[in-house]
């Protein structure tokens, strides 16, 4: 049996992103998907994450970051790969 591929993503969100309870929605889709990363806001506005785990979850959680939770209006993801986070497990870090 072959090893799953691994993607790592860089996503910055853009739209009504703050103060909707965002950054809560990613990190709890991230571990229901047992991806490793975090999530934090942005002094610009948007929410920045880096994901990385098996690339069928990882395109599950972008999925899911496009829609956001109730509340957000996400316009916009952008994606860019990134290295692996050095740390397993997901956390919220403070905004940058």
């Known amino acids: 049996m072959a090893e799953e591929e691994i993607t790592s993503l860089r996503l910055r969100i853009e739209g ?3 103060g909707v309870g965002y950054r809560a929605f990613a990190a709890a889709e ?3 998907l047992g991806l490793s990363g975090w999530v934090r806001n942005r002094a610009d506005r948007t929410v920045e994450a880096l994901v990385s785990g098996g ?3 990882v395109e599950v ?3 899911a970051c496009m829609r956001g939770p109730v509340g957000a209006r996400v316009e916009n993801v952008e ?3 990134a ?3 050095a740390e397993q ?3 919220q ?3 940058l």
């Open 16 to 18: 009504f992103v703050q």
């Open 30 to 32: 991230a571990r229901r």
């Open 55 to 57: 690339t069928k979850n």
């Open 61 to 63: 959680f972008v999925a």
């Open 79 to 81: 994606l860019r790969n």
């Open 83 to 85: 290295e692996a986070p």
């Open 89 to 91: 497990g997901f956390r």
């Open 93 to 95: 870090r403070p905004t």
